[in-house]
């Protein structure tokens, strides 16, 4: 019965607490977007004539069909993380294409209407090299797929093998590529590093070798980077060493015949490794015998194979990038062509005669905060008098996809940067004139009254005026049709909302293309891409002045570090437009260890920035004169940790007044043991209402609120299921006590860790009973402050009451993150990414360390929830609805100018941006508020009351004459 | 606290019975037979088959993915809705499969060193429990997801049916009609509900509310004559 009870206890509060998305919210206050990757392969659906689908295949294994008119996803297939989702080859006939996966391990045949799976085979193990289509008597039939020693065919229908060969002398040669021309024979070309390449030729019937033959060719070194087969089955190398050509035919020739470039009178430029590119439109016939050879970074050239000689069909200098398109039986060429700095002209031309086809040049307009063009994918199509029309994707270094029609008119653009969201600030926009006007009134109070008043006068006359100003446009817009009035967002017309929900969200990408959102609509409003940003790069971003400080410009500074070498850099930029600053950053010539923000202010109120160097060496930006004796005066309270995760070492340092630095505690993590994961302290913008929480008894139990305190996460390097273990260490920062340890036994990582106010909690993986678990630990002071007018940690003698309770989670996460307000009034949710995609808003009061097992009546007075062990998910709880975000690297939360909103950012794949009431709206009407109903049920009384008054006088005088 | 405590007590018992569940041994698993084929070094097929009763396979299978222990590995659907997730290696996973539009039940399921399978329940409290479920996987599903809360309408009949609406609404049906069905001029009636009123209120010298309110907000000392002020608040009552 009491068991009963609590159960019915537990639901009356989930009910209560339960806050979810309205039906009539979506996409109120929100929005998605999603992204696939920077793509590696793109093929265009060419099956019928009218179709609008490209096919993408991504460095982050996904798979997706794109809407070509509007540049949105069709579908898309995330595949898992890493080089087991790696897409080796997209093959693409018809409805079906091809995919080979995680280094050649699975080959799955796609359905490209549906978006499902055909088929999916494990292929033998063995690293893949190369595959293509094979096809019989103008048919396509077979894929076959070359592995470092084996080659086998599979059924396109239902990817059953037909065949599969060991290749001959594999252990010597390598073989690289596929080739198959439509007449019954596959042929696998492999190289003997200088000394000689191999051809072997299988039947496609049987699989067995027709011909093997081995040519003379010690020069060659890489097949897939230095051949083609170009026209009836001819080989075509390029040697950069002798500057020359050499033809071979596959099927008679046993012989290369050099031809040496200067003979057709040209020149390779100085360095540059010869590309040649052909074509193969039809996988049954074989290619065509036009190719491209690019000389030069700018030049490329169409040539042709006639008859084994060679002709210059057209010279193409300069030319950036070139491309083959076909349609219908016509193959025409795609030439771009720069043509000044900000803008490239790209051209068709006749693939077999080089001539250039009318009325095809098309404009690119570069964006100058973008990076140059990479790559072109084109999409030709007859129009009805027969002549090629095309469309092109242009793939540019920043990872944007750019489509464009003819004549010029881009169509979409995709910043797939996003897509590798590394950080993000949300940054206040600045306030507009009357605002500002507004604001400074309260500024200065040395005024006289009088003055005063006057100042609000003016200032309401200007609030008039601007509510006059919005109500003729409303009206004029209101005459307007509907299609026509757009609220764009522009950089110009940002200005901060009334509570402040609207917001800069700063992006930073792994890319190193910055981005600025407008969060409420999801625009990017500037986008600058840093062109120097090594691959293995860190970043940190960090807002040095918000936009509070007019006529100061806000100003953000990103700290970009290479991984291996420790350098870093600084770029410095205002977050509102995106414009790098007049600032000069400070030239680091060492590697860098640690950067901390100050809460110290220069006179142009930008915080200082800390950056500690592998000497130890301290130096501030900005370092004005100001600030620098800020610093001395300071120095003694300032410290800051390191960890040398290698070492396993954590280590603390004071700052002195000469910016140099001394150790002055250092704990140990044996590494042999356990290793450090993470260590997280708490943000720095975190406010905490309340000091303690109210009992049962009424008396109060105080948390200890240290804002020095660091979550240390350890994992054990032994990673057997009985053995391994997690632990968690909690130290004071600046004296490097230990505060708390706790140790999760049989636990693995991944750990994730949320560590705010007075409790720190933290998800890892149960080998034992090989579920995910929820662990919280909260740290309260007692019944009494030692000092309750500041913390210091230099002076806390006693230890805290630490409180654990662990709980089952039913759900691996993928990322963990705390709901933020203003004040830190509101109670708090845990966001919770879940891999399939969801973000679950978890109630904290779910992760209470004093959850009772045994309902008592002051538990009950102090709203604790039974203890159950395993945590409720419920969909209503999904703050994202059915808007998945795949693959959520992070969340960021920021608090809005009203209490009780949060606004989350998640990101990963895709990005999406909502709001949060952890306690609901309870500090503005909510947006469905019923203004009808109360204004009638008003109106109502009025007139009721109106009616009765009347009606009693009318009594009244009756009685009178009675 | 007391949780792991309890928890250390009972590992005992769930290790052993983990020693149970991974070394069972079961003649009426059929996927066996198959499995010679399938086995690819110490790697074994997850296979399935994904059912949303009364919608079209094509409509979904797109949003569809299959995760295996998170997104350890992950499967796609085929266009029949079947699924098969290779490259497992022997162990106890957790087979969800994922759509944001429909709902379906993680299953559990063992894969042992020598590659038999066996799909239960998933119960992550007593974890080696053993409900068993069909292999390979059928999963159905058992719904749309709820994510929406409804909102709080307002209506006539909602108001209306609220209790303390009833509880003012009869009332003052019975203030106004019942001297409009009770003949008053009737000196009998009168005497009759005189004395009902009477018996209503027994001590006609008892403060009443609105004089209550008036000595509250008028202080304590202004008002020491009750039963003048009652006679002068129901001036219709002491008339008949």
Same mark, same amino acid.
């Given at each position: ?127 893949? $090299? ?5 096809? #019989? ?23 059953? $093998? ?20 439509? /007449? ?29 033959? =081995? ?35 596959? #099927? ?44 030069? !970074? ?10 084994? $000689? ?132 309260? &500024? ?67 890319? &190193?293309?910055?981005?600025?959102? /407008? ?61 790098? =600053? ?11 260890? #640690? =950067? ?47 960890? /040398? ?14 910016? =140099? ?30 000091? &303690? ?56 990582? !991944? ?58 989670? !039913? @759900? ?28 679950? @808003? ?78 609901? #709206? ?41 | ?55 079209? %396979? ?80 059928? +999963? ?28 003012? +609404? ?5 203030? +106004?009609?019942?001297?409009?069905? +009770? ?30 309110? %008036? ?26």
């Amino acid at each position: 019965m009491a068991k009963l009870i609590s159960l019915c206890l537990k639901l009356v509060i989930l009910c209560r607490i339960a806050d979810a998305v309205f039906e009539d919210q979506v996409g109120k206050f929100d929005w998605r977007q999603q992204y696939v990757g920077k793509v590696r392969f793109a093929h265009y659906d060419m099956h019928a004539q009218s179709s609008k689908k490209v096919l993408l295949a991504t460095e982050k294994n996904v798979f997706a069909s794109l809407n070509t008119r509007t540049g949105e996803l069709h579908w898309r297939h995330v595949d898992k993380t890493g080089p087991e989702g790696n897409i080796d080859a997209l093959l693409l006939h018809g409805q079906d294409a091809v995919l080979i996966v995680g280094n050649g391990r699975l080959l799955r045949s796609w359905e490209i209407h549906v978006g499902g799976l055909n088929w999916e085979v494990v292929l033998d193990s063995g690293s893949f $090299q190369s595959a293509c289509f094979v096809g #019989q008597q103008d048919s396509v039939r077979y894929v076959a797929v070359l592995k470092k020693a084996a080659i086998s065919l599979h059924y396109l229908s239902n990817g059953h $093998q037909k065949w599969l060969e060991n290749l001959p002398e594999s252990e010597t040669v390598l073989y690289q590529a596929i080739y198959s021309g439509g /007449d019954g024979e596959v042929y696998v070309l492999g190289i003997v590093p200088h000394s000689h390449l191999a051809i072997v030729a299988y039947s496609i019937e049987d699989g067995e070798i027709t011909k093997q033959v =081995s040519v003379e060719a010690p020069w060659l070194s890489n097949i897939q980077a230095s051949c083609a087969v170009v026209g009836q089955g001819t080989l075509m190398c390029v040697d950069p060493a002798t500057v020359s050509l050499y033809m071979l035919d596959l #099927q008679a020739q046993a012989q290369m015949t050099q031809v040496p470039l200067q003979s057709l009178g040209l020149e390779v430029s100085p360095g540059f490794h010869p590309v040649l590119v052909s074509t193969q439109p039809n996988p049954a016939r074989p290619p065509l015998s036009e190719f491209f050879l690019q000389v030069g !970074p700018d030049h490329h050239l169409l040539l042709q194979l006639n008859n084994g $000689q060679l002709v210059t069909l057209r010279d193409f200098q300069p030319a950036l990038l070139v491309s083959f398109a076909t349609t219908g039986e016509k193959t025409v060429t795609a030439v771009m062509t720069p043509r000044n700095k900000t803008a490239c002209s790209l051209n068709l031309f006749s693939a077999d005669s080089g001539r250039r086809l009318l009325d095809t040049t098309l404009i690119f307009t570069m964006d100058p905060n973008g990076g140059r063009p990479e790559k072109l994918y084109v999409q030709a199509f007859l129009k009805k008098d027969d002549s090629v029309g095309y469309r092109v994707i242009v793939q540019t270094e920043d990872h944007t996809l750019t489509f464009i029609q003819q004549p010029g008119r881009v169509m979409w653009t995709r910043e797939e940067a996003l897509s590798d969201v590394v950080t993000m600030e949300m940054v206040d926009l600045p306030l507009t004139g009357t605002q500002a006007e507004l604001e400074g009134e309260f &500024g200065k109070k040395t005024d006289g009254l009088l003055s005063m008043v006057l100042k609000r006068l003016s200032s309401q006359l200007i609030l008039l005026q601007a509510w006059v100003a919005h109500l003729w446009k409303l009206f004029y817009d209101a005459r307007k049709p509907h299609s026509q009035v757009k609220n764009e967002v522009s950089i110009e017309n940002l200005s901060r909302d009334e509570f402040n929900l609207q917001k800069m969200m700063v992006m930073v990408t792994a890319s &190193g293309k910055l981005f600025g959102i /407008d969060s409420k609509t999801g625009t990017i409003l500037w986008r600058h891409y840093l062109d120097n940003v090594p691959s293995n790069a860190v970043f940190k971003l960090m807002v040095q002045r918000t936009t509070a400080h007019f006529p100061h410009p806000p100003q953000c500074t990103l700290l970009i570090k290479d991984k291996d070498t420790g350098l870093a850099t600084l770029h410095v930029f205002n977050p509102i437009f995106g414009k790098k =600053s007049h600032i000069t950053p400070p030239a680091l010539p060492q590697p860098i260890l #640690q =950067s901390l923000m100050l809460p110290l202010n220069d006179q142009d109120y930008a915080k200082v920035l800390l950056l500690i160097d592998n000497q130890y060496k301290v130096s501030a930006f900005p370092s004005t004169k100001n600030v620098l004796q800020q610093l001395q005066e300071m120095a003694s309270s300032i410290f800051f940790y390191l960890i /040398d995760s290698s070492q396993g070492r954590l280590s603390g340092y004071r700052l002195r007044t000469d910016l =140099s630095t001394e150790l002055i505690w250092e704990v140990v993590v044996p590494t042999e043991v356990q290793r450090i994961v993470s260590v997280k302290g708490k943000r720095p913008n975190e406010h905490v209402h309340s000091q &303690g929480r109210v009992m049962g008894d009424r008396s109060v139990l105080y948390k200890y609120l240290n804002p020095n305190l660091l979550a240390v996460v350890t994992e054990s390097t032994d990673l057997h299921q009985e053995r391994s273990f997690v632990g968690i260490l909690l130290i004071d920062g600046v004296t490097g006590r230990i505060i708390h340890e706790a140790v999760q036994r049989k636990a693995r990582g !991944p750990v994730h860790l949320v560590h705010s106010e007075n409790w720190v909690v933290y998800e890892y993986w149960s080998t034992k009973s090989r579920r995910n678990e929820f662990s919280v630990l909260e740290l309260y002071e007692g019944m009494e402050l030692y000092n309750s007018t500041v913390f210091s940690s230099l002076d806390r003698p006693h230890p805290p009451q630490v409180l654990q309770q662990s709980y089952i989670f !039913p @759900s691996s996460i993928s990322t963990l993150e705390a709901t933020l307000t203003e004040k830190g009034i509101t109670s708090r949710h845990l966001l919770v990414g879940l891999p399939s995609g969801a973000i679950l @808003s978890l109630p904290k009061m779910f992760l209470d360390p004093r959850r009772p097992e045994i309902v008592s009546e002051q538990s009950r007075e102090e709203n604790l929830i039974p203890y159950a062990p395993e945590m409720p998910i419920r969909t209503e709880w999904f703050i994202n609805y059915n808007q998945t975000v795949s693959r959520v690297q992070g969340i960021y939360t920021a608090p809005s100018g009203l209490e009780s909103t949060c606004l989350v950012v998640a990101y990963g794949l895709d990005i999406y941006q909502t709001r949060v009431y952890p306690s609901k #709206q309870f500090d503005v009407l909510k947006d469905d508020y019923d203004y009808m109903l109360i204004s009638s049920v008003l109106f109502a009384l009025f007139f009721a009351t109106m009616i009765s008054k009347r009606l009693a006088e009318v009594k009244l005088l009756n009685r009178a004459w009675r | 606290m007391s949780h792991r405590e309890r928890a250390a007590s009972a590992w005992f018992v769930v290790q052993a019975m983990l020693a149970v569940a991974f070394c069972f041994s079961d003649t009426d698993t059929g996927p066996s037979a198959g499995l010679s084929t399938q086995t690819n070094g110490d790697r074994f097929k997850i296979e399935g088959r994904a059912i949303v009763p009364g919608v079209k %396979t094509q409509d979904w299978v797109w949003t569809a993915r299959v995760l295996v222990e998170g997104e350890e590995y992950v499967g796609f659907l085929r266009t029949d809705g079947g699924f098969a997730v290779n490259d497992v290696p022997p162990g106890s996973y957790v087979v969800e499969i994922v759509t944001p539009a429909y709902k379906f039940e993680p299953v559990r399921v063992d894969i042992t060193s020598k590659g038999k399978m066996r799909a239960r329940l998933v119960n992550y409290i007593k974890t080696s429990e053993v409900i068993r479920q069909p292999y390979p996987l059928q +999963v159905r599903s058992t719904g749309p997801h709820t994510y929406f809360m409804k909102r709080e309408t307002w209506g006539w009949t909602d108001f209306l049916m609220n209790p303390m609406v009833m509880m003012m +609404v009869l009332p003052l049906l019975i203030i +106004v009609l019942l001297p409009k069905v +009770v003949n008053t001029n009737d000196p009998e009636m009168r005497k009759e509900m005189e004395q009902s009123m009477n018996m209503l209120n027994p001590n006609p010298e008892l403060p009443d509310v609105s004089e209550f309110m %008036t000595k509250l907000f008028s202080g304590s000392k202004g008002s020491s004559k009750p039963g003048g002020s009652s006679k002068g608040t129901r001036p219709a009552v002491k008339r008949r």
